[in-house]
């Protein structure tokens, strides 16, 4: 019986599905006629302004046309190739290595530095709760909880508090630098790659004015269309040196504003944490008397 249903059912949705179609095929017929009939009864005056309208549009730029852009990417990206190839594809590819290593390494440098962030002000409320209530102990502890230089420059302070206050403010201090060498990472690199980038471009201009004085060689004459192609060369490197060199720069710049912001934090926090010490130490000497 279940097989006798299903077949049933298949025949009957088979059937409704022709159905439907043939009268959709009726209907279009129809549906044309009415939109042709509709059109040749239009008037001529709205029709004028409708043309009128788009006219319009397309001469104020509210139009856009997706082939035209489409059409305008692909010829920015064959101009760009094309001068690639014309300063030499494999100089060009040596150059254009440089800000795909600096790029990295600022990518790195950015990444680590955010994540190096840390809210001082949280920081400093829940130590100095936690040596109110667990002592040393309990500050260690929301150390090891938080993230970030400044939680390891705390940690290691705290945990010199036995042999002094002194000791202390020093291990701070020291721990500082060890700090502020992990947030300068990499930024050799960084300033490699932007003196680098230039000065392969330059070296570019010189090979190029070569070739330009080589070709005059070979053809005995000095015209303007056999020096343009090594002139061409030592232009085009030298741009992309240039370019090169000016977008590890920006990048470069950011790196080191967010490592000033966070050795302002670290030594700030520093003081502070100093301070809560100090008033910790006074209390405890406080109770034993």
């Not at 004028?48 to 309208?53: I, K, R, T, V, Y």
């Not at 004085?213 to 056999?226: G, H, Q």
């Not at 790196?255 to 502070?272: A, C």
Request: glycine share 8%; with cysteine; aromatic share 6%.
């Amino acid at each position: 019986m279940k097989k006798v249903f299903a077949t049933l059912t298949v025949l009957a949705m088979l059937t409704f599905g022709s159905a439907a179609v043939m009268a959709q095929d009726a209907a279009a017929p129809a549906e044309q006629t009415a939109l042709e009939q509709v059109d040749e009864n239009a008037p001529a005056d709205a029709i004028e302004a409708e043309d009128e309208a788009i006219d319009s549009e397309v001469e104020n730029g509210t139009v856009v046309n997706d082939e035209d852009e489409a059409t305008g990417l692909a010829a920015v990206h064959k101009t760009l190739k094309q001068k690639f190839i014309e300063g030499g594809a494999g100089f060009m590819a040596l150059t254009l290595v440089t800000l795909i290593l600096g790029l990295a390494f600022c990518i790195e440098r950015i990444i680590y530095l955010s994540l190096s962030k840390t809210n001082t002000k949280v920081l400093l409320d829940k130590i100095e709760a936690a040596l109110k209530t667990g002592g040393i102990e309990a500050a260690l502890e929301v150390c090891r909880n938080t993230r970030g230089p400044v939680a390891a420059i705390f940690y290691q302070g705290l945990s010199r508090y036995d042999e002094g206050i002194d000791v202390v403010e020093k291990t701070v201090s020291s721990y500082g630098g060890v700090q502020l060498g992990l947030l300068e990472k990499n930024l050799s690199w960084i300033s490699l790659f932007i003196s680098i980038a230039p000065s392969l471009g330059f070296l570019g201009t010189i090979i190029g004015m070569i070739q330009a004085f080589d070709d005059i060689a070979a053809a005995d004459d000095i015209s303007a269309k056999i020096v343009a192609g090594g002139i061409k060369v030592a232009l085009l490197t030298t741009l992309l040196g240039l370019i090169i060199a000016i977008v590890l720069q920006l990048f470069y710049n950011y790196i080191l504003s967010l490592i000033e912001g966070l050795v302002n934090e670290m030594e700030d926090s520093s003081i502070s944490l100093l301070d809560l010490v100090v008033e910790y130490d006074a209390a405890q000497k406080k109770a034993k008397k």
